[in-house]
């Protein structure tokens, strides 16, 4: 066994079925980990050594959310290629009928969730939509256990029972119905305000959640009590089938600044424009002064879920020319690229065998 | 005591006991102290846990769900029953689903208060019953408060306990005394005390021993104080004898008490001020007809409002409710 800092964990989520123990080790020096998973063979633990950090439920990879030491811009394009192969994987498991119900895909925003939660810690809080995979990854990092749970296993993040929308882990948790999660994110900031905690709530809805009432009387409340909520909204152009010029009466921003949110509003799928806005708007949330919002000016590359994509092609096709991960994938060494790339590949292959093992 | 004092000091005793215990409504701060006054005081005692918020139902629904995630103790109150329809979506979606769609990670033990019901004149949007909307809601606990319950022991439990909870408050209760069970005695009937596991009591009331009586009344909140007078005056004039049985959660409820009383009898009348149709009634007539399959002396009888608005006439508004008239005339049906 590799000398260094050793964690056992149970490798269980409250609730969750039990999954062998597993022993991390780090190297002191070069960060490197090696997992060694035992199993129980005639009353006896067996060490039985795995060649690739294999992560289990509730723990994140280091090849997909960040290897130590590595440069930023490294760690941002890493992250968001993790989120876009998850994505690309689930439809494609769907499509060979190994996984039942539904999905959103966020590929095309992956940069606004690796950009907004790069600058969230411990104490903070995320309330995430439909959409919410995204989220969830930058969030926890917990691949095995999304996928497990999107599959219905019982050692998926809610035991198969939430789904594809309906997640919870330390720090996140998501809900399918639009406007509602706004004031359960505002309860959340209304109890860190309690506490006196400095952290913050966030909460991602997108541009179709505008036309549900629950928001606006949220966005009134969290003003007057001057709640520490932020509210990242993506506007990704569409409402399911229908355009924002059929949805969306007078200014975005306007709905926000009319109840006296500072308002941080971007248009671009460029991850580092998007962290530099992130990190302004999250400084100010954080002086404590009212709720601010985010808006991001984005677009669905994929379907609303599955097989329901009716946009013009045209317009479909003009906005790849934008997607996140070619913008900022451009900035980096080809051969840094490549072997992110791969990392992420053989790390997504690990959880996907894995969560289909399970 | 009268009731709305009751349940004020039941929040008081809250506030004292757990600084988790926050309290949300339209209203509620000093000098106003709530629509029906039952939070008055409360506020000046505790400033920054008693607040006053917009008229936004569902964002007060919505906030405390966000701060019983957090581990907070949030009771809301929604000044009107009816108004519940903006809190729904929260209830059903959101602070019901929550601990159980989460695969029991997180708990949300939201309280929500309400005052309900007619006979005062408000209206078709101020003097509805709509609790009968959320009965089998899976997760959520509905409660009413009755004068045979101490809101203070009830509040206790509830706090106790990590259910999402829908206490229903008939207005009429408000300036009515208390009549709570006291050596095994209300008002000189015998009344006998059922608690169940989950802590809920269910208060049965009879003039003479159980055997004597020839049929049980299922009623709670304010029908039930409106049977039970009806019953204690049939009892003494006209030797005319019932046992009431008036259960503190009425979804789901607690069959063991009901179970026992028609054993017995052999025959039920269930009364409700909700309107007639789907209701609480129809409910407890499946489950005890099946229960009681051929044992049965007569078929369980429901009575429950006119199904239609609640005028705000007060003639036309006692034709389609469920008044003191019509529980007498629903009672002497199973009696005869």
Redesign the interface.
Known sequence: MTAGVLSVESGR????ASLPPVITTTHPENGNTSVHTFVRELGQDVAAEVNHATPIAGEADARLVGVPGEPRAERLYRRMRFIRRFEQSLLDLFERGLLNGTTHACIGQEADAVAVIEHLGDDDHVFSNHRCHGHFLARTGDALGLMAEIMGKPEGV??G??GSQ???APGF?S?G?QG?????????????Q??GSTGL?VVFIGDGTLGE??TY??L??AS?WRLPLVVVLEDNEWAQSTPSSANLAGSIRDRFTAFGLGVFEIDSTDVEELDAVAERALAQARTREGPVAIVIHTYRLCHHSKNDDNRPADEVAARWELDPIEVHGRRLGVSARAAIDTEVESALQDVIDRALAL | MIAARSMGDALRAALNEDDRVILLGEDIVDPYGGAFKVTRGLSTDFPDRVRSTPISEGAIAGLCAGLALSGYRPIAEIMFGDFLTLCFDQIVNHIAKYEAMYNGKVTCPVIIRTPSGGGRGYGPTHSQSLEKHFFGVPHLRVVASSLVHDPADVLRVLLTQDSPVLLIEHKLLYPLHQMLPSGGRIDGDIAEVHVPADGLPTVSIRPVPREDCSFTVLAYGYQAELARRVLSRLAVEEEIFGELVIPSQISPPDWEPIDASVNVTRSLLVIEEGVGGFTWGSEVAARISSRFFGELRRPVATAASDPTVIPSSKVREADMLMTSERVEKAIRKVAA
């Not at chain 1, 706004?182 to 959340?188: C, D, E, L, S």
Request: hydrophobic letters at 45%.
């Open positions: 989520q409250p609730g969750a809610c035991g029972i939430g309906h997640l919870c948790m809900n119905v509602g999660i706004v004031p359960n994110a505002a309860g959340i900031a209304l109890a860190k309690l506490d709530s009432g629950a009387e949220t009134n409340l007057l």
